[in-house]
């Protein structure tokens, strides 16, 4: 099998693993827990903490989470006043800001992707609440002017909430943020792990009431061995963030001349992170080609949306029809992707497309 889907998780790196394990097996005390291994427990998720903060701007406090999609809620529902966000966010942004029953304002962007900064200027006024942008798409890869919205929410009175799931470890998270969402799989960690960052003099209303074991107000029983696959995964990103970064773009590169003519990249191409290439070919249909190529591992979409049957949001925000966004499939790899069964993908996927059409 070859893996080209790490905008919807990646491969769990093998340091994430051998941090895991001891806490599944031999350590098991309940972190919150004010006996010696409790304290060993605890000892462990404030290591872990430091590490997943040390790529995060400074100061401020990590709250881990189960996940992005519980600190996006969290740190959504947890402030108050008009909402301004873009047609191109997660769904666990959308959706959320579509039930706090607060105003709204979602900005359209350009075919690249990405935002007009004057009409974001327009909408984000005084009395706006909350400004929400990605730093990184998770299905076209654009990399929004996140340092520019963050001025504007600011100048406004706004916080700011960046959702850095895509980006984090990857791409620079800009200094002044309020709320920065993350999640430990899409950087090789363990699923069933996020965190959100809550800068200093920021306060939010809890989302889940309880115990209150996180300072900054989140109930609920950590898993030592989560947060340490978590920190375990964000040291190894910080240590190799020049070689994965190098690594994807010359994948980028190499799937770019590899491709024929007529394939289109959907969505900047200047302004986006290379371990993400959404392409698309005038009447190929996705679907068959992922039956035909089982063993390759790619995408039509967000994996969040699968099997909807609607075409993608973010595509349909960009300015492609149905039929263009149906044509449309997504390859993600990084770390551990190798040139030749990139190269090899790619071979089968040119394959099958041709035999499409020569059928058709």
């Known amino acids: 099998m070859t893996y080209l889907d790490y905008q919807a998780t990646t491969p769990l790196a093998p340091e994430a693993l051998e941090a895991i394990l001891p806490w599944l097996r031999d350590q098991y005390a309940n972190p ?79 075919a690249d992707g990405l935002v007009d900064l004057a009409r974001a200027a327009a909408a984000i006024r005084p009395g706006t609440g909350l400004v929400a942008a990605m730093l990184v798409n998770n299905e076209i890869g654009a ?32 200094d002044g943020c309020d709320l920065v969402a993350i999640s430990a799989h899409k950087v090789h960690g363990p699923k069933g792990v996020g965190a959100l960052w809550i800068g200093n003099g920021v306060t939010l209303a809890p989302l889940l009431h309880g115990g209150g074991q996180e300072e900054p107000g989140r109930s609920g029983t950590l898993s030592p061995a989560l947060c340490a696959g978590f920190g375990a995964a964000a040291r190894l990103a910080a240590g190799r963030h020049d070689i994965d970064t190098l690594h994807a773009q010359g994948l980028f590169d190499l799937a770019s001349s590899r491709l024929g003519a007529d394939w289109t990249v959907n969505g900047s191409v200047e302004h986006r992170y290379p371990g993400n290439l959404n392409i698309r070919r005038p009447g190929l249909d996705v679907a068959r080609l992922m039956s035909d190529l089982r063993d390759l591992s790619f995408s039509a979409g967000s994996a969040c949306a699968s099997g909807s049957g609607r075409p993608s949001h973010v595509l349909r925000a960009i300015g492609l029809s149905d039929a263009e966004a149906r044509s449309s499939l997504r390859l993600g790899f990084g770390r551990y992707t190798t040139q030749d069964e990139l190269t090899a993908a790619i071979g089968r996927i040119e394959t099958a497309t041709w035999s499409q059409q020569v059928v058709a």
Request: glycine letters at 10%.
């Open 32 to 110: 919150h827990s004010a006996h010696r291994e409790g304290r060993r427990a605890r000892a462990a998720v404030e290591v872990a903490r430091d590490q997943v903060a040390a790529l995060l701007p400074p100061g401020g406090r990590l709250a881990f989470t189960s996940g992005a999609t519980e600190a996006l809620n969290w740190a959504i529902k947890g402030t108050t006043g008009p909402i301004v966000t873009l047609a191109t966010e997660h769904a666990a942004v959308l959706d959320t800001v579509a039930a706090t029953g607060r105003s709204v304002t979602i900005l359209p962007v350009g």
């Open 143 to 174: 990399i929004q002017p996140v340092a520019e919205l963050v001025k504007l929410a600011h100048d406004a009175g706004a916080l700011f909430l960046c959702d850095a799931v895509q980006g984090y470890g990857r791409v620079p998270i800009p």
